[in-house]
């Protein structure tokens, strides 16, 4: 196994780990930071909070907070994305990295929209 660090910027940090030919991918995420905005069109996803906390927001659901060892399962053609509640990481699987890439642009905006405003300290 071998863990490899994929994409770093002002939110964190994003690794990926193969298991068993299926990507885990580890998120390490800012307090106050977004991530998401995407959909997945035929798989489910799954997350756990390894560390900290974030609040999901999923299409059709309210938005709840989870904390370190809380997990989820996100339906497949969800979109959904998480803000960190604090410095948090959370492991996610369940979707290929193909599926991963496509964004769910109505949403993907709040995403832009939450990590600008972080960056500019408002």
Known sequence: MKLDKIHQDE??????????GIEHTFLKSNKNCARGGCIHRLSREYAVVLQGAVEYHVRGKKPRIYKKGESLSIQPNCPHYFIAIEDSVVMEWGPSPEEKKEKYPQWRKVVDRINETTKSGS
């Open 11 to 20: 939110r964190g940090e994003i690794w990926t780990l193969m298991i068993d």
